[in-house]
């Protein structure tokens, strides 16, 4: 069984950074695709970042892409999404999940954490 549990949310300015974390356990990095997922009040969940398991692949929505960096640390089992320049669209609540094949889509994945809540005040 694979646990994920996210950290680094809070409340940033327009233009401030965030780092973002996810711990995995019981499972190593190096055998899942991971990837990065927000939820706005109202809205769908949407693709965010994707990393593979060996960490050479690497995908980014439109809206994130120059401005969110996804990396890993499998030494740590750890999972971070980088962010920068952030705005209030960016507002909503974060979640990292793991999975197989490298995707952009919610449905490739199997485990999901709970997610933290972003907050970008304009």
């Known amino acids: 069984q694979v646990q994920l549990v996210e950290s680094g949310g809070g409340l940033v300015q327009a233009g401030g950074s965030l780092r973002l974390s996810c711990a995995v356990s019981?499972?190593?990095?190096?055998?899942?695709?991971m990837g990065w997922f927000r939820q706005a009040p109202g809205k769908e969940r949407d693709f965010v970042a994707a990393?593979?398991?060996?960490?050479?692949?690497?995908y980014y929505a439109d809206s994130v892409k120059g401005r969110f960096t996804i990396s890993k640390d499998n030494a740590k089992n750890t999972v971070y999404l980088q962010m920068a320049s952030l705005k209030p669209e960016d507002t909503a609540v974060y979640y990292c999940?793991?999975?197989?094949?490298?995707?952009?889509?919610?449905?490739?994945?199997?485990?999901w954490g709970q997610g933290t809540q972003v907050t970008v005040s304009s």
């Open positions: 990393i593979g398991s060996i960490g050479t692949i690497t």
């Open positions: 999940a793991a999975g197989w094949p490298t995707s952009r889509r919610t449905g490739d994945y199997s485990y």
């Open positions: 019981g499972r190593t990095l190096s055998t899942h695709a």
